[in-house]
């Protein structure tokens, strides 16, 4: 596959990007990067706060312009992505000429658990987490599924499991 050395992580909130996304990127030597991390970085402010004071077309522009400015520098680089990333198709068709797309499966009871308690993710906020979950996971799993090479459902598996089979496969494309 004529396709750069890094792999993508995409998957809805809490499906265990980042967590992953680190631990592989030990394992291959690789870089490590997270888009919201480096959103946040950026901009000298929080996700939420980004959200309540310009709005969330804002912050997909910010997400868009970072992919684009990453596009030229990625690579061998594991990439977690913010969970509405994907969701514009010219980032996804950009994330899959990044590199090697991975997408996180969790189930909706796993995701909600997850989540339940978390305050840092502005589209969350307020009551009903289970029906907020359950209608986002409607509309976006497939457009994860569309825009990744790999799925993996991840519920009962360990971080080291997930790892393991995403190298499998990698390295078998590469
Ligand atoms: C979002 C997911 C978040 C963050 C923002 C919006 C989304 O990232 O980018 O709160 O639309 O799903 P994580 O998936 O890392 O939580």
């Known amino acids: 596959m004529d396709q750069k050395s890094n792999i993508i992580l ?6 265990g990007k980042t967590s992953v996304g680190e631990r592989l990127a ?5 870089n490590f990067c997270d888009t919201d991390q480096l959103l946040e970085r950026n901009a000298g402010d929080s996700i ?9 077309e804002y912050f997909r522009d910010m997400e868009t312009q970072l992919l684009q400015e990453l ?4 690579e061998q680089t594991v990439l977690s ?5 994907p969701i ?3 980032n996804s068709e950009r994330l899959k000429e990044l590199g090697f ?21 502005p589209l969350l906020k307020g009551e009903e987490l289970e029906q907020k979950v359950e209608r986002m996971l409607d509309i976006r799993t497939p457009i994860y599924e569309k825009a990744a090479h790999m799925v993996i459902t991840t519920d009962h598996k360990t971080i080291d499991e997930i790892v393991e089979l995403i ?8």
């Open 10 to 15: 995409i998957g809805f909130m809490g499906s």
């Open 26 to 30: 030990k394992r291959l030597s690789y």
């Open 48 to 56: 939420n706060h980004i959200f309540s004071v310009h709005g969330e």
């Open 71 to 74: 596009s030229s520098s990625l």
């Open 81 to 85: 992505t913010g969970g509405g990333l």
């Open 88 to 90: 514009r198709e010219q």
């Open 101 to 121: 797309v991975v997408f996180l499966k969790a189930s909706k009871n796993t995701t909600v658990d997850r989540l339940m308690g978390d305050t840092t993710r």
């Open 167 to 174: 190298m499998i496969a990698y390295l078998k494309q590469k």
